[in-house]
């Protein structure tokens, strides 16, 4: 690929798990009565065809992992884990309480967190507890992120027997110094034992989280993970950008950043590792994310069935996401609800009988459309806009944006069609923030977004 391209759009931006993103949300509070509305009404709509996802946030890690950003609580007391589980079984029940039928379960995914910090028993416990009183789909898709370090026989098995097919394995790297500065204690044993287990007890679908441009990472240790990746041979890829946060993340300031590769190196290991992941027989399916072909991420890229929410790509084309647990999104495309993001919070609310929002955002007609167009070109790397409802002045405003790419071979814009091409797969971020009119009308004077690459 053109190193100068990749320099070129090496710009802050957006992952668009959503539109608009979380930091242009209304800021009108989401009222409880709202969501309510919102969700029963999209139930209405899909749950006796599509069905629902619940995503369950599970928080708590032994240890802090120094690259992570996500919404973690460390402890080492596991006797958190029992009132916890009851806590999500409790919000669960509440949105049980108002939905008009029983739910059909298309897709379940557990992040973290550490989801394995939990016993397998508890675990168990959580699923069963929100299955009771539910339906599941004939095509469901249950996954779960592994810590390999925690992840025992017991818990594959564990989630196996309630119907867990997926496992997403957390590896970042195989190199000792980057693990030790990271304080990722886990070997390339652990992960094999994880991955072997897991497809010798009938999992379909491993895959494994890699991170670049962690500290001390170099191309050629990186391609020494991708050689030792690849003779594990995981269904599915994710390969992932490190996004150095530490005005955000303070347990990133454990390492500075001069023991980061500089932007020409980190490109340098991205396209390694692409390059490297495609001869061995990976397709690019979007932003970050490889698959074999015999994999079901990529036959629903073929079949242009991929759909991407908050738990990023997924298989299961449902249009209303429950989120269970603290800091959890919810999505039912009409809008977005977010839990409080401490425990205390939760939990307080929960006491309360209230469904545990904190910020939410309702989207107007003009969000709708430009979150179809982000969806089609993040999913399918093309949109149209034939229809009139399709249409809106940002979207023009969108393609006027785009005149540069087009000159660089990265789009190609017909009347009321446009194609990502081949070469502009790579940068699909940075073309779906051209339609971001959030973004553009109001341009952050701070850095908010990571890197694209």
Same mark, same amino acid.
């Given at each position: ?38 969700? *029963?009404?999209?139930? &209405? ?5 599509? $069905? ?7 928080? !708590? ?40 039928? #029983?739910?059909?379960? @298309? ?26 009183? %539910? ?71 491993? /895959? !494994? ?28 890829? %994710? ?14 300031? *454990? ?27 990976? %397709? ?24 991407? /929410? ?6 299961? /084309?449902? #249009?209303?996401?429950? $989120? ?20 205390? %919070? ?25 979150? @179809? ?24 405003? &969108? ?7 087009? @000159? ?15 070469? $502009? ?12 009119? #959030? ?15």
């Amino acid at each position: 690929m053109n190193t100068h391209l990749l320099q070129k759009y090496n710009v802050p931006g957006p992952r668009y798990t959503s539109y608009p993103t979380v930091p242009y949300w209304d800021k009108v509070p989401m009222t409880e009565t709202k969501w309510q509305d919102l969700v *029963k009404d999209m139930f &209405a709509v899909s749950n006796d065809t599509e $069905g629902i996802s619940l995503y369950i946030h599970l928080p !708590f890690c032994e240890s802090l992992c120094t690259y992570c950003g996500c919404n973690t609580r460390i402890t080492v007391n596991h006797k958190v884990e029992n009132p916890y589980i009851e806590a999500v079984l409790k919000e669960w029940q509440l949105y049980l309480d108002f939905l008009p039928s #029983r739910p059909l379960i @298309r897709e379940i995914h557990l992040g973290g967190g550490t989801p394995t910090f939990f016993s397998p028993d508890h675990l168990q416990n959580l699923i069963k507890g929100l299955l009771a009183k %539910a339906d599941v789909h004939p095509q469901a898709a249950f996954g779960f992120e592994a810590h390999p370090a925690s992840t025992t026989d017991a818990h594959l098995e564990a989630l196996y027997e309630v119907g867990f097919r997926r496992i997403s394995i957390g590896v970042q790297d195989f190199n000792p110094v980057v693990l030790h500065l990271i304080n990722r204690p886990q070997t390339y044993q652990q992960v094999k034992h994880v991955t072997e287990k897991a497809r010798e007890i009938g999992y379909t679908s491993v /895959n !494994f989280d890699l991170v670049y441009g962690l500290p001390q990472q170099r191309v050629c240790t990186m391609t020494q993970t991708i050689g030792e990746v690849i003779a594990l041979r995981p269904d599915r890829i %994710a390969l992932y950008s490190y996004a150095h946060v530490p005005w955000v993340k303070p347990g990133q300031r *454990k390492f500075t950043e001069d023991d980061l590769p500089d932007a020409s190196k980190k490109l340098a290991i991205y396209e390694t590792c692409r390059g490297v992941l495609e001869m061995a027989g990976y %397709a690019d399916i979007g932003m970050d994310h490889f698959a074999l072909k015999t994999d079901e991420l990529y036959k629903a890229l073929e079949q242009k069935r991929l759909h991407r /929410n908050f738990m990023g790509y997924t298989t299961s /084309n449902t #249009r209303l996401l429950v $989120g269970l647990g603290v800091s959890a999104i919810g999505d039912c495309w009409w809008g977005y609800a977010q839990n409080e993001k401490t425990v205390e %919070a939760y939990y307080e609310r929960l006491k309360q009988n209230q469904l545990p929002i904190f910020r939410g955002h309702v989207l107007t007609r003009e969000d709708l459309i430009l979150r @179809r167009h982000i969806q089609q070109l993040m999913c399918h790397f093309e949109t149209s806009w034939y229809d009139t409802k399709d249409q809106c002045k940002a979207l023009y405003e &969108a393609l006027e944006r785009l005149d540069e790419p087009e @000159r660089d071979e990265l789009v190609s814009i017909e009347p009321f069609h446009l194609t990502v091409t081949p070469l $502009g797969r790579s940068f699909i971020r940075n073309i779906s923030m051209a339609f971001d009119a #959030r973004l553009w009308g109001d341009v952050p004077q701070t850095t908010i977004f990571s890197q694209v690459f």
